[in-house]
């Protein structure tokens, strides 16, 4: 671990390799788990502002969950994630004609209906952000259904951190970034 401003950060950002093998896993992890993509205080309002634009490129179950749940929904211990459909597949899930899981809202994105992308927590999988009162923990989060990620990844030799850096920029900053790059070359 090492700190970046309020930031701690965990060393396998820099040392494991990882790129997204959606041919393969088939986005699996928009439709596995037991939970939904974590969503920031500051996206509940976006998702609500968004849902009519975004609508349109759901399926009717994740529709029909948004409009049962709402937007987002608040878990017991008082965090936000999107709703899901039957407890399993993310309600923003579409499927294309591969059968691969891609999001709603990022389709949306896509076709220029909005400007937004998509839930940050998405965005930087399988980076995972933990906020804590004085200082935010940025972990890699190894999951099985990834492996074929993880085996892309060493073949292109692209680290964790470079696969997600439009993500990272997004969350903490350029400058949060740069520094970040200065660690792994010294690591290097």
């Not at 878990?75 to 499927?95: M, Q």
């Not at 952000?129 to 890699?140: A, L, M, T």
Request: charged share 30%; with cysteine; proline share 4%.
């Amino acid at each position: 671990m090492f700190q970046l401003g309020k930031t701690i950060v965990s060393e396998d950002i820099i040392d494991k390799d990882f790129v997204c093998n959606l041919s393969a896993c088939k986005g699996a992890c928009c439709i596995d788990g037991d939970a939904g993509a974590p969503v920031d205080p500051e996206e509940v309002e976006i998702l609500e502002s968004i849902y009519p634009k975004v609508k349109p490129f759901l399926r009717q179950e994740g529709i029909d969950a948004i409009e049962a749940q709402g937007t987002s929904i608040t878990t017991e211990f008082g965090d936000f994630e999107t709703p899901l459909i039957n407890g399993a597949d993310c309600a923003y899930v579409i499927f294309d004609e591969k059968k691969t899981a891609l999001c709603g809202i990022e389709e949306a994105y896509n076709q220029g209906e909005i400007t937004w992308k998509k839930p940050v927590s998405c965005h930087l999988y399988p980076i995972r952000v933990k906020d804590y009162s004085e200082f935010s923990g940025v972990n890699y989060e190894k999951w099985e259904i990834c492996d074929d990620a993880c085996s892309l990844g060493k073949e292109l030799q692209v680290p964790v951190y470079k696969f997600v850096k439009e993500a990272l920029i997004r969350k903490f900053g350029a400058d949060w970034y740069a520094e970040l790059e200065k660690v792994a070359e010294n690591r290097g």
